[in-house]
Nanobody
Framework: QVQLVESGGGLVQPGGSLRLSCAASGFTFSKYTMSWYRQAPGKERELVATITTAGASTEYADSVKGRFIISRDNAASTVNLQMNSLKPEDTAVYYC????????WGQGTQVTVSS
């Protein structure tokens, strides 16, 4: 059974930081490119960041470039998202996902940026 469990969300003030983590199981984690998505109320799910199998290549949405860092630990089967200089528009539920496997998803973790 494929499982993706996101954690680390919370309420932070603008300019603050959070570190999200996604624990994966049920597949050979090191063989898959992983991504973080987010979805705000009334909006479509947005691709935030992607990291290739060995972490050699990363890509970011323009809206988070320079503020967020995606990383992975293949030994621990986890993918992380360090979020810095948070803005209110970063408020969303954040999900991790194997690229090209949209049917496999977790419960997400809520990030709220507000003063």
């Amino acid at each position: 059974q494929v499982q993706l469990v996101e954690s680390g969300g919370g309420l932070v003030q603008p300019g603050g930081s959070l570190r999200l983590s996604c624990a994966a199981s049920g597949f050979t984690f090191s063989k898959y490119t992983m991504s973080w998505y987010r979805q705000a109320p009334g909006k479509e799910r947005e691709l935030v960041a992607t990291i290739t199998t060995a972490g050699a290549s990363t890509e970011y949405a323009d809206s988070v470039k320079g503020r967020f860092i995606i990383s992975r630990d293949n030994a621990a089967s986890t993918v992380n998202l360090q979020m810095n200089s948070l803005k209110p528009e970063d408020t969303a539920v954040y999900y991790c996902q194997r690229r090209n496997f949209p049917t496999d998803w977790g419960q997400g973790t809520q990030v709220t940026v507000s003063s």
